[in-house]
């Protein structure tokens, strides 16, 4: 369930995002900071367009890694597909394919996951994936499938060495019943053999850290990385917030308010408030970090060159890994 958090002074923005660019700047040139983006495959030729237009300009950073999305109940199986193969043959990206539970067999999901090796993917994002009713509805395992995203880790890396991201869920997952629960959830992707996982967003660096605190008293040591969400509709975004449990603070809430129609204001206010969460969770260590870009470049772009990422040179070159 989500809650409002207490109010701040936004204008604590100011600074932090002056203490990110000078900090992050001096880290860049030796690799000291990672940035991933998130993308969901597009529905149209309209929005395919927009898709590839934010990769030309994403590109030339260098991040670390892509993901792109894969729909409730493998509903963009194919369109996912298509979007990480052409990264893999036209774009210098290492790209990640979002895999789920839900819809498909284990036979299924074990062709897509030799497909994508096939195509030269190296990297699989590994979910449970929504209930098939819906996301109010009560989780039931596909027929003769993956019942839950361990079982799949662990069934992805029975096919063949890739690296396998996992979901981490600093509020707690809506259907966890307690942090015991979601840390020996998370425990079990590990020992399945995830390398990394990616947070759920989040709006506070205090929720953050508490998590970081029970995932290390758990012994936990692969990488948590925290996902920032660049969503500048507001109403869009207190929805998503509230379908996943995530915390909204006030203070958040009331920046927006009367900007439904400045849509340049908006962004303006969503890349800012995101490089000074940046900010902070750079300030005590953190150097990985992961942009749901919503298929849109200039928020990512600008918390980028924020987090110094304009400073890499160079690049991977196309068909690293083809047959």
């Not at 439904?260 to 969503?270: G, H, I, M, S, V």
Request: aromatic share 8%; charged share 25%; hydrophobic share 40%.
């Amino acid at each position: 369930m989500n809650t409002i958090l207490p109010k701040r002074d936004p204008n604590a923005a100011i600074g932090a995002i002056a203490r990110a660019a000078t900090s992050s700047a001096k880290a860049a040139p030796t690799g000291d900071i990672r940035v991933s983006y998130e993308f969901f495959p597009p529905k149209s030729d309209k929005m395919e367009a927009r898709l590839w237009d934010a990769i030309k300009k994403l590109e030339p950073l260098n991040p670390d890694f892509v993901s792109v999305t894969y729909g409730a109940g493998g509903s963009t199986r194919e369109r996912t597909h298509n979007a990480v193969s052409r990264m893999v043959k036209e774009t210098t990206f290492e790209p990640a394919a979002h895999l789920t539970c839900v819809g498909s067999s284990r036979d299924e999901i074990d062709e897509i996951v030799m497909d994508y090796w096939d195509a030269g993917v190296r990297h699989i994002v590994a979910l449970r994936g929504d209930p098939q009713d819906g996301i109010d509805a009560k989780y039931k395992p596909t027929e003769n499938g993956y019942a839950y995203s361990c079982d799949l880790v662990a069934g992805i890396k029975s096919i063949a060495d890739f690296d396998v991201t996992v979901g981490a869920y600093p509020e707690l997952h809506p259907e966890s019943g307690d942090w015991r629960e979601e840390i020996d959830n998370l425990k079990r992707k590990v020992d399945a053999g995830a390398t990394r996982a990616i947070t759920q967003f989040f709006f506070s660096p205090d929720v953050f850290w508490r998590f970081q605190d029970r995932v290390l008293d758990a012994g936990i040591d692969i990488p948590i990385i925290p996902g920032l969400m660049l969503q500048p509709n507001f109403k869009g975004l207190a929805r998503m917030s509230k379908l996943c449990g995530v915390s909204v603070p006030e203070w958040y809430a009331e920046l927006f308010e009367g900007l439904e129609n400045d849509t340049q204001a908006r962004e303006l206010l969503t890349a800012s408030l995101a490089a000074e969460l940046t900010a902070e969770l750079h300030d005590r260590g953190v150097r990985d970090f992961h942009l749901y870009t919503l298929n849109r470049a200039e928020m990512a772009v600008a918390v980028s060159r924020i987090l110094g990422l304009h400073h890499r040179k160079g690049g991977r070159t196309p068909n690293r890994h083809s047959a």
